[in-house]
């Protein structure tokens, strides 16, 4: 699971993610980022009911999409708050597809270092 400090918990974040940040979407997220002016880069992660109607798999996919960025934590640029929004096409694919979507959407909109991957 992604340390506590690394994610967004507060309305007030989300609410300056979605008023200030710049959006690109993918196949599977959106994905919304704002500077923070924080020596670390913090996530929060966005799913509806209607993307996956069961508790089950909206869980699942956000821990699938939690330790993707676990992962790749040192490689994500720091001082940004990232919202990661699911789309309903994400719902019951595989680790893989998510994880090659998260990086193509990363790379999109500048936070992933270079020479990574």
């Given at each position: 699971m992604l340390p506590s400090i690394f994610r967004l918990k507060k309305k007030n974040d989300f609410d300056r993610v979605f008023d200030l940040g710049k959006a690109k979407g993918g196949e599977f997220f959106t994905?919304?980022?704002?500077?923070?002016?924080?020596?670390?880069?913090?996530?929060?992660?966005?799913?509806?009911?209607?993307?996956a109607p069961k508790a089950v798999s909206r869980n699942r996919l956000r821990r699938q999409t939690n330790e993707i960025i676990r992962l790749n934590l040192a490689k994500i640029k720091t001082g940004f708050d990232i919202a990661i929004i699911?789309?309903?096409?994400a719902?019951?694919?595989?680790?893989?597809?998510?994880?090659?979507d998260l990086y193509s959407l990363l790379v999109k909109n500048g936070l992933f270092l270079r020479n990574s991957k």
């Open positions: 994905l919304k980022a704002v500077p923070n002016n924080l020596p670390i880069s913090r996530f929060g992660f966005i799913i509806s009911v209607k993307t699911f789309k309903r096409t719902s019951g694919k595989k680790y893989l597809l998510l994880e090659e």
